[in-house]
């Protein structure tokens, strides 16, 4: 049934001193099912918008794009392993500048909801999680009361909350809610107490004035597992009887407002499956129905933006045998598209929310340029010793050591080895894709969904050359040994069913190309591709920061794109459906930069002659689900 429209009294969320009411609150009103803003009935329209996918010179431009289609409200995480990549350095520089991107929200007059985790999900590396966590433990047992997981979270915690404080709305900012980690009802390990221990943290830092929440999928076991009734619940869908969705919330709080914290208007998108979409006519109807019901809704995507660098995640099981990762684009089918422009589906859910609160003037949509073709050229590879000496680094492992024990995240590592009779090598387990080198030739390429594969060696120098395509970020798998999920060699290697020892290791983080100093290019002559090749290409045309291109990667393989010395993130046009990267305006860089535009790529599996800076963005291109 409809819920009961808001009267003039006010009911705390928490009881207030006798006496006492806030000049500025944000509250549920239980008795009158609906939230108060300074005590007046408010219903908050919110689109999910995270701050790290947005180059920082652009967030304004899209909050008002958000302002001006009717939100209120901006809804955005706060990733963990964002802000603390090593453990007990906090970096909140740049795109990371979280306290910037609240103060800009408070100038405009939107609203801020903020999704601390510590699980965000969100197609994001690993979930939000440090990839340096794992290894804290052999026993850690992730999204758990387990004591290393807790500690490390509420360490976290006791540094980012109280820094949050001054931006609460009762204390003059604009953030309204927080919520309590995520979804936690589909995690099987059903920990309340771990709730409990997070929930007391926050109101021990930040009070006991501010809306603290939750969100589920609207089923009774989720709910069960993931709510407390300390707290206020709320459930996500994207379609379905919103009626019985909302009353099924209701009956995990005593009174309040329908909620729908996470409206889907599009969806996700992994390497080697079709580019999903949604149609525009049933978001709108959909939104139009929840908000004439009186639910107060956020909207995840209202613009996904990108995974720049190695910021993707992937989809997978508790093991990693399925591992499916998402794309570098985090698009979403959105309504603001991935570089900020306005679709049709933008305009049509502008006309409904102009029925429920003001609307306003929208700001254009940004230029994009076509700088035409850029021809790449062989430049040496990874291995080269000037170019670890610039950008990488090297250790030694016993037995070999993931990415994380050898503290590094993301890129890429090689084993190194001098064999030196003839055998048979047997590689156990590998993340995520090995490619096995004598000798300067590719022997095989192994999968990430192999295991215990063997190969006949003869003697001589073996590389085994491991890419990192990102840490698993599905929630329900994060719990029991977490440790499954690190990268590079995770069991043992075999020769002639011996262990092999003592390996030489070549770190390669490949963040940037700002330490590559452009050694001087070797010749490959007669030789056949490697992977882990780098091809530089230079045009001498003014790289436009007022303006976005985007590279086409077509006719390549796999790797990395570089922009200005950027990372853009990976290329996987074998795969598919992307085939283009988003390279923003912003990322143009300084004028020592602008008179001339270079790209650089690492490829590990097909290289080609050029790319094509082009003014079309390209996320439907042929999928092969058979490369993953």
Same mark, same amino acid.
């Given at each position: /049934?409809?819920?009961?429209?808001?009267?003039?009294?006010?009911?705390?969320?928490?009881?207030?001193?006798?006496?006492?009411? *806030?000049?500025?609150?944000?509250?549920?009103?239980?008795?009158?099912?609906?939230?108060?803003?300074?005590?007046?009935?408010?219903?908050?329209?919110?689109? *999910?918008?995270?701050?790290?996918?947005?180059?920082?010179?652009?967030?304004?431009?899209?909050?008002?794009?958000?302002?001006?289609?009717?939100?209120?409200?901006?809804?955005?995480?706060?990733?963990?392993?964002?802000?603390?990549?090593?453990?007990?350095?906090?970096?909140?520089?740049?795109?990371?500048?979280?306290?910037?991107?609240?103060?800009?929200?408070? #100038?405009?007059?939107?609203?801020?909801?903020?999704?601390?985790?510590?699980?965000?999900?969100?197609?994001?590396?690993?979930?939000?999680?440090?990839?340096?966590?794992?290894? #804290?433990?052999?026993?850690?047992?992730?999204?758990?009361? #387990?004591?290393?997981?807790?500690?490390?979270?509420?360490?976290?915690?006791?540094?980012?909350?109280?820094?949050? =404080?001054?931006?609460?709305?009762?204390?003059?900012?604009?953030?309204?809610?927080?919520?309590?980690?995520?979804?936690?009802?589909?995690?099987?390990?059903?920990?309340?107490?771990?709730?409990?221990?997070?929930? &007391?943290?926050?109101?021990?830092?930040?009070?006991?004035?501010?809306?603290?929440?939750? =969100?589920?999928?609207?089923? &009774?076991?989720?709910?069960?597992?993931?709510?407390?009734?300390?707290?206020?619940?709320?459930?996500?869908?994207?379609?379905?009887?919103?009626?019985?969705?909302?009353?099924?919330?209701?009956?995990?709080?005593?009174?309040?407002?329908?909620? @729908?914290?996470?409206?889907?208007?599009?969806?996700?998108?992994?390497?080697?499956?079709?580019?999903?979409?949604?149609?525009?006519?049933?978001?709108?109807?959909?939104?139009?129905?929840?908000?004439?019901?009186?639910?107060?809704? @956020?909207?995840? /995507?209202?613009?996904?933006?990108?995974?720049?660098?190695?910021?993707?995640?992937?989809?997978?099981?508790?093991?990693? *045998?399925?591992?499916?990762?998402?794309?570098?684009?985090?698009?979403?089918?959105?309504?603001?598209?991935?570089?900020?422009?306005?679709?049709?589906?933008?305009?049509?859910?502008?006309?409904?929310?102009?029925?429920?609160?003001? =609307?306003?003037?929208?700001?254009?949509?940004?230029?994009?340029?076509?700088?035409?073709?850029?021809?790449?050229?062989?430049?040496?590879? =990874?291995?080269?010793?000037?170019?670890?000496?610039?950008?990488? $680094?090297?250790?030694? @492992?016993?037995?070999?050591?993931?990415?994380?024990? @050898?503290?590094?995240?993301?890129?890429?590592?090689?084993?190194?080895?001098?064999?030196?009779?003839?055998?048979?090598?047997?590689?156990?387990?590998?993340?995520?894709?090995?490619?096995?080198?004598?000798?300067?030739?590719?022997?095989?390429?192994?999968?990430?969904?192999? *295991?215990?594969?063997?190969?006949?060696?003869?003697?001589?120098?073996?590389?085994?050359?491991?890419?990192?395509?990102?840490?698993?970020?599905?929630?329900?798998?994060?719990?029991?040994?977490?440790?499954?999920? /690190? &990268?590079?060699?995770?069991?043992?290697?075999?020769?002639?069913?011996?262990?092999?020892?003592?390996?030489?290791?070549?770190?390669?983080?490949?963040?940037? /190309?700002?330490?590559?100093?452009?050694?001087?290019?070797?010749?490959?002559?007669?030789?056949?591709?490697?992977?882990?090749?780098?091809?530089?290409?230079?045009?001498?045309?003014?790289?436009?920061?007022?303006?976005?291109?985007?590279?086409?990667?077509?006719?390549?393989?796999?790797?990395?794109?570089?922009?200005?010395?950027?990372?853009?993130?990976?290329?996987?046009?074998?795969?598919?459906?992307?085939?283009?990267?988003?390279?923003?305006?912003?990322?143009?860089?300084?004028?020592? $930069?602008?008179?001339?535009?270079?790209?650089?790529?690492?490829?590990?599996?097909?290289?080609?002659?050029?790319?094509?800076?082009?003014?079309?963005?390209?996320?439907?291109?042929?999928?092969?689900?058979?490369?993953?």
């Amino acid at each position: /049934m409809l819920p009961r429209l808001c009267l003039t009294t006010t009911l705390l969320l928490l009881a207030l001193s006798p006496g006492t009411v *806030s000049e500025r609150s944000f509250v549920v009103d239980h008795k009158d099912n609906c939230f108060r803003k300074d005590g007046q009935k408010y219903q908050f329209i919110s689109g *999910s918008m995270h701050y790290y996918r947005i180059p920082r010179p652009y967030w304004k431009d899209r909050l008002l794009k958000l302002k001006g289609a009717g939100f209120n409200t901006v809804q955005t995480y706060i990733p963990w392993n964002l802000h603390e990549p090593v453990k007990g350095q906090l970096d909140f520089a740049g795109r990371k500048d979280l306290f910037s991107y609240l103060k800009l929200c408070s #100038e405009l007059e939107i609203l801020v909801l903020l999704r601390p985790g510590p699980f965000i999900a969100a197609e994001y590396e690993f979930g939000g999680f440090p990839s340096w966590l794992p290894t #804290e433990s052999k026993t850690i047992s992730f999204r758990s009361s #387990e004591p290393v997981y807790l500690k490390n979270v509420l360490t976290w915690y006791g540094e980012l909350l109280p820094m949050l =404080v001054e931006y609460l709305y009762h204390n003059g900012g604009p953030v309204i809610g927080l919520q309590v980690e995520n979804e936690y009802g589909s995690n099987p390990a059903c920990d309340k107490v771990y709730l409990q221990t997070l929930t &007391k943290q926050f109101r021990d830092i930040l009070g006991q004035e501010i809306l603290l929440y939750t =969100v589920d999928g609207p089923g &009774k076991g989720m709910l069960d597992c993931g709510t407390l009734p300390e707290l206020y619940n709320t459930v996500d869908f994207g379609g379905g009887n919103i009626t019985s969705h909302f009353n099924l919330q209701a009956q995990y709080n005593s009174g309040g407002p329908p909620v @729908n914290t996470e409206f889907y208007p599009g969806w996700l998108s992994h390497w080697g499956h079709k580019f999903p979409s949604k149609s525009r006519t049933a978001t709108a109807n959909k939104l139009d129905e929840m908000l004439a019901y009186g639910a107060s809704v @956020n909207m995840y /995507m209202f613009h996904g933006g990108s995974n720049f660098g190695y910021t993707s995640g992937a989809k997978g099981n508790k093991d990693a *045998s399925v591992f499916e990762p998402h794309t570098t684009s985090y698009d979403y089918d959105a309504p603001l598209s991935e570089a900020g422009d306005t679709t049709m589906k933008y305009w049509d859910i502008r006309n409904v929310n102009s029925k429920y609160g003001p =609307v306003y003037d929208v700001p254009k949509n940004s230029t994009k340029k076509s700088y035409g073709k850029v021809d790449m050229m062989y430049w040496g590879s =990874v291995l080269n010793d000037t170019f670890v000496s610039q950008c990488g $680094r090297r250790t030694k @492992n016993v037995q070999p050591l993931s990415l994380e024990e @050898n503290k590094q995240t993301n890129g890429v590592i090689v084993y190194t080895k001098m064999i030196d009779e003839a055998g048979t090598l047997t590689v156990g387990k590998v993340r995520d894709r090995a490619y096995l080198v004598l000798d300067g030739k590719l022997l095989i390429t192994i999968k990430g969904s192999s *295991s215990n594969v063997s190969i006949g060696l003869m003697p001589g120098k073996l590389d085994i050359i491991v890419l990192s395509d990102g840490h698993i970020n599905t929630g329900h798998v994060h719990m029991d040994n977490p440790r499954n999920y /690190m &990268k590079g060699i995770t069991e043992p290697i075999l020769y002639n069913s011996e262990l092999l020892l003592n390996w030489d290791v070549t770190l390669l983080p490949l963040d940037s /190309m700002s330490c590559f100093q452009n050694f001087r290019h070797e010749s490959r002559g007669n030789q056949p591709f490697l992977p882990g090749s780098i091809y530089i290409g230079q045009i001498d045309k003014t790289c436009d920061s007022t303006t976005d291109t985007f590279v086409d990667t077509t006719g390549w393989g796999k790797g990395v794109v570089f922009f200005q010395t950027q990372n853009l993130g990976r290329h996987w046009p074998l795969a598919g459906p992307q085939l283009t990267l988003y390279a923003p305006g912003p990322f143009c860089g300084g004028a020592e $930069r602008n008179s001339t535009i270079t790209v650089h790529i690492v490829e590990f599996e097909q290289p080609a002659d050029h790319v094509t800076l082009t003014d079309q963005h390209n996320l439907r291109g042929p999928i092969d689900h058979s490369q993953l």
